[in-house]
Every structure is written in structure tokens, then in C-alpha cells.
């Protein structure tokens, strides 16, 4: 049996030792190597690893609906009518990775498009965005060539008096709504007649407001309903928030970034009231309940679920 002094004395040598280990544990370089097996983890490198899952439907007006899945060779669009028991792909992925390679001057790959979503146009194109510029395709021939058509008609007619923002079109595709300082606003894509939504959108308390953290834009944050009578949102409250600020480097002067942006520990944090339109009247409903504390920094609670009224 030890006594007590030796046992005393290798416990203490033992915990030098571990100290010791610990401390250089403590103090060893992380590596470039390091980083890279840790980016390794994150869900745009595992995602694309499973195969079949995290399906998302996007609904369509015809009771169809389309949604993109991984597969062992990239992504697929697949359509899919419930009614008839049929799924297919939703276009010539071959053809249209040819003819936007042409239009965008640019190679891509069929399995592996340069987009994640698409819209369908009423003549039965459709609209993707590649590198910030849109394009309609032919999914039958893949002919692709720049957006401008009955949907970006009333932009191109617009043009020399004001740039007009980004738009969501109804299901029915005889409408469009965007935002126009702070309040949401409709127009006819046929006439180019525009509506005004709602009245009492102001500076950090807008509607559709894209704004809910590292993501933030100038398009409406909205759905429509099935029938395009109807549009669901929220109005904003930023008011009191904190700013976040980035400087964005170019040549020349740098450019000043600002936006509200709650921090831990912040008394006044972003909060949403949810609304529905009703874009007949027009006639903003707003639910009687308390405000909605926003949940995400990444995207805005209607536009994580695009698609679900």
C-alpha cells in the first residue's frame, strides 16, 4: 500500500502533467487545415450528401406544384400533379443549362443549375435569376434570352421616369406587388395600372419589409392566395431598434452600411404585426393578437415559407 506522502506526491505530479497537456492544448496554432475541416461540417457541404430529403413544394394555381431535390449527381426540378398521380421533371434541365450558357455567356452544368427557384410566366415560360440579371426560358426548346416581357413590361415602360423596385406576381399572373416608401402597392401588368395597398407605412414601421437581419432587400415579403385575392404580410416595427453597420470596401470611398439589427441584450428588438389584403377593395385585416417577436436573422417569417398561405 502507498503511503500517504507518495500518493500525495504522484497526485500532484499527475496533475502537473494534465495542466501541462491542457496548457498546450491551449496554446497549439489552429490551422488553415482546421478551418477547412470545420467548414466541412457546415449544411452546404452535408446537405448535398443526403439524397432525396428537404423537399419544399412550391404551389402552383393549377393545384400543381414543383419543388427541387438533391440527387447522387446534383439537383433536379421535379413537377408534380396530385390530382393525376404524375411526376416529371419540370423542364429540360439538358436544354436550359445550354441556353442559358448561351444567353449568360457562361458554362453550366444540367445537374447543377446556377438557380434554386423559378417562377412560371402565363405563356408558359419561365423566369429564372442568374448573377443578378433575369431571363426567360422556353422549357421545351431551353432558348433563353433577357426577362422582358408582359411581366417586366411595365418596368421597361417605366424606364427614364424612376426605377421601379422588385415585384412578387400573383398566381394568376395578372398581377404584380411591390413596395413603394414604406407602404405595398399593386399593379396590373396588362394596363401597368398601379393600387395603392396600404396608407400608413413609414420609415422603420413598413410593409413587406425585407429587413430581418443579414438578409435584406428592396422586394416584398409576401404570399398570395390561390386565387390572388388575397395577400399575406406583416408591417414591420424596427422602431427603437439598433443599427448594424458594415463598411463595403471599392475602390475609391468605402460605403457606409446601415439597419436595424437587435442585439442580445437589447430592450427594443424587431416585431412584426401580421396582416391579410384583401386586393379587391383594397382592405388591410390586421390579426387581433399581440406582436409577433421576429424570429430569425436570416430570412422573414413569410419568406422561409414562401408558398404556404
Not at 497549439?28 to 413544394?57: H, K, M, N
Not at 445537374?111 to 431571363?135: M, Q
Amino acid at each position: 500500500m502507498l503511503s500517504t506522502y507518495t500518493y500525495r506526491a504522484i497526485t500532484a505530479t499527475t496533475a502537473i502533467a494534465l495542466l501541462s497537456v491542457s496548457a498546450a492544448a491551449q496554446q497549439r496554432t489552429v490551422t488553415a487545415a482546421d478551418y477547412s475541416r470545420a467548414e466541412r461540417q457546415l449544411a452546404s457541404y452535408t446537405t448535398p450528401l443526403v439524397f432525396g430529403a428537404g423537399v419544399r413544394p412550391t404551389w402552383l394555381p393549377n393545384d400543381r406544384f414543383w419543388y427541387r431535390v438533391a440527387t447522387p449527381a446534383g439537383f433536379d426540378f421535379i413537377a408534380v400533379d396530385p390530382a393525376r398521380g404524375t411526376r416529371t421533371r419540370a423542364f429540360d434541365q439538358t436544354r436550359l443549362a445550354a441556353g442559358l450558357s448561351t444567353a449568360a455567356g457562361a458554362q453550366y452544368d444540367p445537374n447543377r443549375l446556377p438557380f434554386t427557384s423559378f417562377e412560371y410566366a402565363p405563356d408558359g415560360s419561365i423566369f429564372v435569376r442568374v448573377a443578378d440579371k433575369s431571363f426567360s426560358c422556353n422549357p421545351e426548346t431551353g432558348r433563353c434570352g433577357a426577362a422582358v416581357s408582359d411581366r417586366e413590361a411595365p418596368r421597361v415602360a417605366a424606364a427614364g421616369r424612376r426605377a421601379a423596385p422588385p415585384d412578387l406576381r400573383s398566381p394568376d399572373g395578372k398581377r404584380t406587388a411591390f413596395i413603394r416608401e414604406y407602404n405595398l402597392w399593386m399593379r396590373d401588368i396588362a394596363t401597368g395600372k398601379e393600387m395603392q395597398l396600404t396608407t400608413d407605412g413609414v420609415k422603420r414601421f413598413g410593409y413587406a419589409t425585407d429587413n430581418a437581419g443579414w438578409v435584406h432587400s428592396d422586394r416584398p415579403i409576401l404570399a398570395w392566395s390561390p386565387d390572388s385575392k388575397k395577400i399575406a404580410t406583416f408591417q414591420q416595427d424596427e422602431r427603437g431598434v439598433g443599427e448594424m453597420y458594415l463598411v463595403k470596401t471599392k475602390a475609391g470611398h468605402p460605403e457606409l452600411l446601415a439597419w436595424p439589427y437587435p442585439l442580445p441584450g437589447d430592450s427594443i428588438i424587431t416585431t412584426i404585426q401580421r396582416v391579410v389584403i384583401d386586393v379587391e377593395t383594397p382592405r388591410v385585416i390586421r390579426f387581433q393578437m399581440p406582436a409577433d417577436e421576429h424570429r430569425t436573422t436570416l430570412c422573414d417569417d413569410i419568406s422561409c415559407n414562401v408558398g404556404e398561405f
